[in-house]
Structure formats: C-alpha cells, structure tokens
C-alpha cells in the first residue's frame, strides 16, 4: 500500500483551487489522511470530496452525508466552519459532520489529547523537528512505546533508532489494559455506537412507539450517555430498556424521559449499560414531542427499526428506514488507542513506575470519586433529632455505582445505619440494614465494609430507629447534585414531602487502586496464565488456517497480506497468551458448518478428528452466510437436517460434546461481512445478526461458552485499519480479535 501522503504547503495552502485538487486525487485514489503544513485531515470512509484546509472556510459538499476529523497542526491554526472556529493543533482534534439535507455543518464532537503527568503532551511522533528547551523534550508515541527526547531532533531522528529519544515507558499491551481497566483510568472520548442522521424525510405519528434498530448488538455491554434526535415538535421522549422486545411478552423498564426541544438535537441520559437481551426502544404512548425519521432507507449501522403499535399492541415486522436517533457511548479513545499498541514485558513496567503514575494520573486517578458531595462543615449547621431514614431525591446518580464511601459531620457519636430501601416514600416501603456504623467525634470519613450497588427501584437511605449517632445538616439550601431530601418519622409512620434542604452526607464510589498496587496486581495475572498447559483444539475455517499447521489436504488461506508468520495468528497468540499448547488446528478454508451438498470441507465431516482436547474453540458460519445457506429453526422434534445451518450447528455442538465430554466448548460467532465500503448485514434470506443471535441461542441451549465477535468494534469506518478485503484479519485484525476473545473468555 502507496504512504499517504503529506504535502507540506504544496500546493500552498492559500492557493485553495490547488489545494482542492490535489486533495480531491488523493481521495479518489483511497488515502484517507492528508496534511498540509502539519494540519492533518483525517476523512471518513463516505467522503468523496475534499475540505478547505487551515484558516479557509469549508465549502459544500453535495447531498450525501459526510464526515470528517480534524487534528494537528501548529498552535493557533484552526479550521473554519459555518458555526464558528475550531481550534486543532497538537492538543486539539474535532470531528465535523455536513448534513446534506440542511447544506450544513456541525460539530460532532472536540476532545483533547492525553498529557503526561507536567502536563507535556503525548503525540505520534511524526518525521518532523522537535525542540528541546530548559532541559525538556517532547514527549511522542511511536510503535506503541512511549518516548521523550533529550536533544533538538530532525525529522530523520526515529525514536528507538536515534539516541536522542529515550524510552519513557514500554509496558505489556494485556498488563497495562488489565491495570486501566480496574476503573476506567483511560481518557474516554465519546462516540456514536449508531450515528445520528439528520437526512429526514417523515414525522412519527404518536400512535407508533418503542421504536429499536434491527441492530441493537452493537449497543450491548456499551455505557450510553447521549441520545440525539430531529425534534418536529417539542415535548416529552420516553427511553426504555426492553426485555423480549418484537414478542407480546415484552417488559419495558423506563431509563429516563427527555424533555426535547425544536432545534436541539443532543440529550444527555443518565450513562446506563445494555446487558444481553436487552434492547434500546423509544417513545410510549405518553409521549408529546415528535420526531423526524428517513422513510427511505435504513441506518448504515442501526439497520432498519421495529415499533409496537398502541392501539392494537402489536410489533411491526423490521421496515428498512432509519429513526435518524444517534446514539452516543462512553468510548475508549485516542488514550486507549495507543495504549493498545504497547507491547512489551513486565520487567519495563516495574522500571518506570513513576511513568506509570504520570499516565494514570491523566484524570486523577487515585482515591475515591464523590457521586454526591458533602458541602457544609460549618459547626453552625444544624443536628438532626428527630428526622429518620433520610435519602436525596437524586438517587438515581447513584444506581448501578459501587458505593462504599459515607462523609458525615457528626454531632454525636454513636450507632449510624446505612439503608436500602425498595417503594421509598411509599405506606408499604420495605428497608434493609446494609450496615451500622459507629460515628466518632472528629471523623469525617466511613468506609463501608461491604459496598452497596443499588438497583433500579432501590433507594439508600441514613439512620434508622434506635440510632444514637446525631449528624449535622444545613437548611441553607439544596445539594446542587444530590437535591433536596425525604425523611420518614417513626412517631406518626409518614414519610414528609420534598425538603429544600441539604442532608450534607457525601456518598462517594470505590477507590481507584493505586499504581504501586496495580503493578502488584499485574505481577499476579502474569503468573496465573488461564490455560496453563491446557491442550487447546480448534475447529474452523479460513480464518483459523494456517499452512503447515493444519492437517494435510486442508485448504488453507494464511499466510496471506501481512499476515506471513503464524505467530501473527488469532488463534496461536491465544495459545501464548493463555499459556496453551495446541492439540489439533482443523481449519479448512471456504468450508461450511453445514454440509454443503456432502463437501468433504464440511464441519459435519471434521468433529471426532480434533485430538485429546480440553478447550475447543468453534469458529464458522460465514461461509454459510455468504452461500446463503437456510437458517433453519431450533427444532429438537425431527432429526437434524445438515443442509440447514441451525441443524448443522446444533450437530457440531452434540457431537463435539459427545465426543470430547470433559472439554471446555467456545462458540465464536462469525465476524461481520463487508462488501463496496458497507457492511453486509443481511444475505437473501436473513441477516448476519440473526445468524449469530442463533449460535448464542444455541450456546446456551448445550450449556457451552459463547464470544459475540459482533462487539469487537470493527465498523465501516475503521474496517480497513483490520481487515484486507473485508473480511479477513490482517495482522492488527488478528491482534484485535485476540485481544477480544482474552477479555471475554
């Protein structure tokens, strides 16, 4: 593949027609980053033409919907839109979007770039001079280690080759993530799991709701924090989380209720996780706003939508339209990124803890977070007597958080309950007594012993009957986070109304682990290698092959692209990094888990030639798809029928099972298909989501482990960073599709 290329003032930026040509020829011959003078577009897969580069104004790009990303460049250089300036230099990046409805662009989101702990930033390092000034240096990621120099550099000085870069940090990929992991320390940068498209052409109606994507899988296990939507007429947007959604057994239990506004198309929600089965719906019958939709065509990553009608409660089949709602998730960003890209050995780590606690400390991560602040520690507040069992109304902040953390001005010592409560502010509420503390004169801080997650429905709340420890709280005015209180009075049995008042009690969540700790940690996850000496077989397809490591007269596909070592495997860094050793490979490429009109390649033909194993992976199913094979049903009243890929499946995991009982199964459903810039969603019969929703299903059905590789987040926009033609992993695929399975195994 041709470098992309940089011009460097050539043509000169203020000569825009030149500048636009030029870029324009290097799209069309697929390069997607162009800088000129070090201010670097990065453009998405949909955009065909060129932008205006620094200081120049963006022009009009058509009909279609575009994207781009905006970073680098000198300091004081910014990019010019219609809504304003937008700063992009070595600290700053942007992402913009042009509707090709409104003729417009906006903003989709800005972010800054990790710093070291003085506040120095970490780039890629790029072939350009760097200064070295009052005894500091730059500090550059460049493959995947961290490094600072200690002289001026040119743009022929290539950190790890020239002695005036100094390694900084060069940690394990799997140690370092594990550590970050623990609670979040990466630098998130928010992104949208289903875009937002605000190409509309129709309005919902009010008598059709709990709108979903055909593609709710890509928001499963996802932390979604923002909802975007084309608001037609102002009022209220209900958002559900539904169990069984598209079946008359359906359960929906609300999130939050949007008061939406004509013109404003984002909406925070309280961040909250969809778990397997669950799906993300919009709009109930209560509802007043209304919204614009695309009756033309569905979402590129959503699919098309299913909606339940009111008056006759009955779901929709699947329409190919979009619901134009974005939906935005908390993402692993341009921290995380090159923080994937670190690969080393735990002895690097320890030698570098100081750096270790400059990049942990990006967000301040040591000690507690604070979900609700305790404000007032003045002694002139005033001590609760007869108040019991007080809660903020903001309890919601705190559902699904990990508490474990009470602040407290105490007035008197003695016993101090923490409560969970379920139908707070109820005649029939229930309480249960997570546990009692001993208050102590002077001491402001509690942990508790055992930390409390609330569900929805629960409510924690503060002393109970019988308490003797006193606490101070203010009438000055509400928590600004917490909101004012309710309290329940045991004389009379009644629970008050809304007080505008502060219980002045702060509730914080579990403590960042330290680095000192987490390198501690790490030393024990190297040690304790989950297959340690387990034989390991696997049954697949072309995915899986590698020459000279399967058996003879198998197709293989590897090695292929960058993929020329089988090293560079999925399925060999498995074994190296789970500490397995290989019992058989039986891959064949091109081969169907059906029997494919009596193929040899069949998995039907392969399942008691897998040697003595203890772990079994299972990795096919594509080519089914792709040859559109019949999805069949699960139907255990007739003998299997191998033509029919339901069936056929069902037969590999009885026989599998059968034939190696004591082995641990993993079934692995197949990586999205992609075809012309898209991604294939559907063959002429069904779509590669329903395909895997039946191998999970199955899974579950035998009892046996399951890796939804639909999650490992290669979409259309990124595709080619892992895949070479769509479909096979290249080497980075192969490190992303390990990494996975690690994780979910």
């Given amino acids: 593949m041709a470098t992309e290329p940089k011009f460097n003032g050539k043509p000169p930026v203020s000569d825009f027609n030149s500048a636009y040509i030029v870029c324009q020829q290097a799209l069309e011959q697929g390069f997607r980053t162009i800088e000129f003078n070090d201010l670097v577009l990065k453009a998405g897969a949909n955009v065909s033409e060129s932008v205006k580069i620094t200081g120049l104004s963006l022009p009009s790009l058509g009909d279609v919907n575009k994207t781009a990303e905006v970073s680098g460049g000198a300091a004081g250089k910014t990019f010019t839109w219609s809504g304003g300036n937008i700063i992009v230099n070595g600290s700053y990046g942007a992402r913009l979007f042009w509707d090709g409805t409104l003729k417009t662009w906006s903003k989709v989101d800005e972010w800054e770039y990790p710093k070291g702990l003085d506040g120095r930033d970490i780039t890629d390092w790029t072939a350009k001079s760097y200064n070295y000034v009052n005894g500091k240096g730059s500090l550059v990621f460049n493959s995947g280690i961290i490094y600072e120099n200690n002289a001026a550099t040119v743009a022929g000085d290539i950190p790890g080759v020239s002695n005036k870069w100094v390694k900084k940090i060069n940690a394990g990929q799997e140690e370092l993530r594990k550590i970050l992991d623990i609670k979040g320390a990466e630098v998130d940068q928010n992104y949208?799991?289903?875009?937002?498209?605000?190409?509309?052409?129709?309005?919902?109606?009010?008598?059709?709701?709990?709108?979903?994507?055909?593609?709710?899988?890509?928001?499963?296990?996802?932390?979604?924090?923002?909802?975007?939507?084309?608001?037609?007429?102002?009022?209220?947007?209900?958002?559900?989380?539904?169990?069984?959604?598209?079946?008359?057994?359906?359960?929906?239990?609300?999130?939050?209720t949007l008061n939406v506004t004509v013109g404003v198309p984002g909406y925070d929600v309280p961040p909250f996780v969809l778990n397997e089965n669950e799906t993300l719906a919009f709009f109930d019958s209560t509802d007043t706003c209304r919204f614009r939709f695309n009756n033309s065509m569905p979402n590129a990553d959503g699919g098309g939508l299913k909606y339940i009608t009111f008056s006759s409660n009955v779901w929709s089949a699947f329409f190919q339209r979009d619901l134009s709602i974005g939906v935005q998730v908390v993402g692993q960003g341009l921290y995380s990124e090159k923080i994937d890209l670190i690969d080393s050995n735990i002895s690097d780590l320890q030698d570098h803890d100081t750096n270790i606690n400059g990049i942990l400390d990006l967000q301040g991560s040591e000690g507690y977070i604070t979900l609700i602040p305790k404000l007032v520690t003045s002694p002139a507040s005033l001590a609760q007597k007869t108040l019991g069992m007080l809660y903020y109304q903001n309890n919601s902040l705190l559902i699904g958080k990990v508490i474990n953390k009470i602040f407290i001005d105490v007035a008197t010592a003695g016993t101090f309950s923490i409560l969970k409560l379920t139908g707070a502010a109820t005649p029939g509420f229930t309480k249960v007594v997570v546990e009692v503390l001993n208050l102590s004169l002077g001491q402001t801080e509690y942990n508790l012993a055992t930390p409390l997650i609330l569900q929805e429905g629960e409510t924690i709340a503060f002393s109970d009957q019988g308490d003797i420890g006193n606490f101070r709280y203010s009438a000055a005015a509400v928590n600004p986070v917490g909101g004012g209180f309710r309290f329940y009075t045991f004389a009379t049995s009644s629970w008050s109304g809304l007080s505008n008042q502060d219980i002045n009690i702060g509730i914080a969540t579990e403590a960042i682990v330290p680095a000192s700790k987490r390198l501690d940690d790490i030393e024990v996850a190297l040690n304790n290698k989950i297959f340690s000496n387990k034989k390991i077989s696997f049954l697949g397809d072309s995915i899986t092959s590698y020459a000279g490591y399967i058996p003879t007269g198998n197709a293989h596909f590897y090695p292929s692209n960058n993929v020329t070592?089988?090293?560079?495997?999925?399925?060999?860094?498995?074994?190296?990094?789970?500490?397995?050793?290989?019992?058989?490979?039986?891959?064949?490429?091109?081969?169907?888990?059906?029997?494919?009109?009596?193929?040899?390649?069949?998995?039907?033909?392969?399942?008691?030639?897998?040697?003595?194993?203890?772990?079994?992976?299972?990795?096919?199913?594509?080519?089914?798809?792709?040859?559109?094979?019949?999805?069949?049903?699960?139907?255990?009243?007739?003998?299997?029928?191998?033509?029919?890929?339901?069936?056929?499946?069902?037969?590999?995991?009885?026989?599998?099972?059968?034939?190696?009982?004591?082995?641990?199964?993993?079934?692995?459903?197949?990586?999205?298909?992609?075809?012309?810039?898209?991604?294939?969603?559907?063959?002429?019969?069904?779509?590669?989501d329903q395909m895997c929703d039946r191998i999970i299903d199955i899974a579950k059905i035998y009892g046996v482990n399951y890796i939804d590789t639909r999650r490992i987040n290669i979409t259309p926009y990124n595709r080619s960073n892992y895949l070479f033609d769509a479909l096979h992993p290249n080497s980075s695929g192969m490190e992303l599709l390990v990494d996975f399975i690690k994780r979910n195994l």
């Avoid at 129709?202 to 709990?210: E, I, K």
């Avoid at 939507?229 to 598209?246: C, E, H, P, R």
């Avoid at 299997?640 to 079934?667: E, G, H, K, R, W």
Wanted: one cysteine or more; charged letters at 10%.
């Fill in 192 to 256: 949208f799991a289903i875009p937002h498209n605000t190409a509309v052409n129709a309005s919902n109606s009010g008598n059709d709701g709990l709108f979903f994507y055909q593609n709710n899988s890509l928001l499963i296990g996802k932390s979604i924090n923002k909802i975007f939507v084309n608001i037609v007429t102002a009022g209220t947007l209900s958002v559900f989380k539904i169990l069984n959604a598209g079946s008359s057994a359906y359960t929906k239990t609300l999130i939050t």
């Fill in 565 to 688: 070592n089988v090293e560079m495997t999925w399925w060999k860094k498995l074994l190296n990094i789970t500490g397995g050793v290989l019992s058989i490979n039986n891959s064949w490429s091109g081969s169907f888990v059906s029997s494919n009109g009596g193929a040899v390649s069949s998995f039907q033909n392969r399942l008691n030639l897998l040697g003595t194993p203890d772990v079994i992976f299972i990795f096919g199913g594509t080519n089914d798809f792709n040859g559109n094979v019949p999805l069949g049903d699960i139907d255990f009243a007739t003998e299997f029928d191998l033509t029919q890929f339901t069936d056929a499946y069902c037969n590999v995991i009885q026989q599998v099972s059968v034939n190696y009982p004591n082995a641990m199964i993993y079934c692995m459903t197949p990586l999205k298909r992609g075809a012309n810039g898209i991604v294939v969603t559907k063959n002429s019969t069904y779509s590669v």
